[in-house]
């Protein structure tokens, strides 16, 4: 039973999606920074947007309340550049494995004021909408929810080879460093006992030379 347990929390686990939504504030002329660690060949979906302050929400924003948005790689490839927006998305396929970037910045404005953002970045299965994949193919329940599982058991596959990858090349790193440092041991020590004997002759043929041994 306790085994038993332990499988159902571990799947319980892996079967959370990879998203981040959330809502934060920026002043103005600041920048703020959300990553995403992602595979390659995954696909990708983020969704932003400025809150209006204003009682009236369908009264357009200022300038002073739009935002300035990059979306890059950790390879410094640029998949989004939007310039004084109140809103809107991107959609990419990771085409490297590494941390994705998504910088929000607001316009210098005096007296400062503050923007409320909403964003919503979502990954692998989490990306895709199974409500209107089930509402477009008059598909059952049954079919759509068998489905969700094939695709989120195919995605845990995936990202297990991909742990496993990155545990090798971290053992790896490990082993590296513990080689470069026994070396850099080895020759720290044979320089100290080098540095030694050199004083030591130093010293013997200086008291040799003035009679006092």
Request: aromatic share 14%.
């Amino acid at each position: 039973m306790m085994m038993i347990g332990w499988m159902v929390l571990v799947v319980g686990v892996l079967l959370v999606p990879s998203s981040q939504s959330l809502r934060f504030d920026i002043q103005s002329g600041k920048i703020k920074c959300i990553s995403e660690d992602m595979k390659s060949n995954s696909m990708t979906v983020g969704k932003y947007q400025v809150i209006n302050p204003n009682q009236d929400r369908h009264q357009l924003l200022p300038d002073s309340h739009k935002l300035n948005v990059k979306v890059t790689s950790s390879h410094g490839h640029i998949f989004q550049w939007a310039e004084k927006v109140e809103k809107g998305q991107f959609v990419f396929t990771a085409m490297e494995q590494g941390n994705y970037m998504a910088c929000f910045s607001a316009p210098e404005h005096w007296p400062l004021i503050t923007l409320t953002i909403d964003f919503d970045w979502r990954t692998g299965v989490q990306f895709k909408d199974w409500f209107n994949v089930a509402k477009k193919g008059h598909v059952d329940a049954m079919k759509v929810e068998l489905e969700q599982l094939y695709h989120t058991i195919n995605s845990i596959h995936h990202e297990m080879f991909y742990f496993r990858a990155r545990e090798k090349e971290m053992q790896q790193l490990n082993q590296e460093t513990i080689s470069k440092m026994m070396w850099l041991s080895f020759v720290s020590l044979c320089f100290g006992f080098s540095v030694a004997g050199l004083q030591f002759w130093y010293l013997k043929s200086f008291f040799q030379e003035n009679k006092l041994i």
